[in-house]
């Protein structure tokens, strides 16, 4: 399963810290997708993008800042994180934004120091 | 805003039973996808159900969709080892203009 890739596969950073989550579908699809799974959430939406465009924000902090400068690639840069926000972060895509099968990617296990 | 309720939670299972998990909307789907999440994965999708009171099969899995269209189960006869996960029903609303929302899942252990 390599259509959707993420790196780093695990990320230790101290609350200071700036780093980037990187995303890349190989699927060409058109709609990507930031989610956040914790034990008291599992899979919340964070943000929405389609062709490009953000099509969606739930309402996440500004520490966290997301960028698709294509339809292959999906960063989510972070800083000035909590401890609160150690979680798995998931990239997923599909072809379009509404009425598709969502294709995630193997996440990014985060912890906040 | 738009919610599915999703149990139950948790569920342990011997090895060989049977297994539901069930899906509740407040409001009428377009369609609804089921997807397995095994412990340190990610989600991949099992099925779509799009129409009124659809029935789904994969081997020891069958999918159904309500009449109504406001709600869905899973149901794994016979469960194995392999069936471990988590299992999450995600819907598109009626609305339509919307992404996917996904219900809060169920973990299922299955002791051998």
């Known amino acids: 399963e390599t259509g959707v890739t993420q790196t780093p596969r695990h990320l230790v950073m101290g609350m200071t810290n700036k780093k980037s989550l990187k995303c890349e579908q190989h699927?060409?699809?058109?709609?990507m997708y930031w989610y956040k799974q914790s034990a008291k959430k599992p899979l919340e939406l964070m943000f929405v993008?389609?062709?490009?465009?953000?099509?969606e924000n739930n309402s996440v902090p500004s520490r966290f800042s997301p960028e698709c400068p294509n339809s292959s690639h999906l960063f989510l840069h972070l800083h000035t994180l909590q401890p609160e926000d150690s979680a798995l972060y998931l990239c997923?895509?599909?072809?379009?934004?509404?009425?598709?099968?969502?294709?995630f990617g193997p996440g990014t296990r985060l912890l906040v120091l | 805003g738009q919610q599915v309720m999703q149990i139950p939670q948790y569920q342990h299972v011997q090895e060989g039973e049977d297994f539901t998990t069930y899906c509740n909307s407040s409001t009428t789907l377009s369609n609804i996808q089921w997807y397995k999440q095994r412990p340190g994965g990610h989600p991949v999708f099992l099925i779509q159900?799009?129409?009124?009171?659809e029935v789904k099969k994969q081997k020891r899995l069958t999918f159904q969709f309500g009449e109504a269209k406001k709600n869905s189960s899973l149901h794994i006869t016979a469960t194995q080892t392999t069936d471990v996960g988590t299992y999450f029903c995600?819907?598109?609303?009626?609305?339509?203009?919307?992404?996917?929302?996904f219900g809060k899942g169920t973990r299922l252990s299955v002791i051998a």
């Open positions: 995600a819907e598109y609303p009626n609305s339509g203009n919307t992404p996917l929302v």
């Open positions: 699927l060409g699809h058109n709609a």
């Open positions: 993008y389609n062709f490009k465009e953000q099509t």
């Open positions: 159900l799009v129409k009124s009171g």
């Open positions: 997923a895509s599909s072809p379009d934004r509404v009425q598709e099968t969502q294709y």
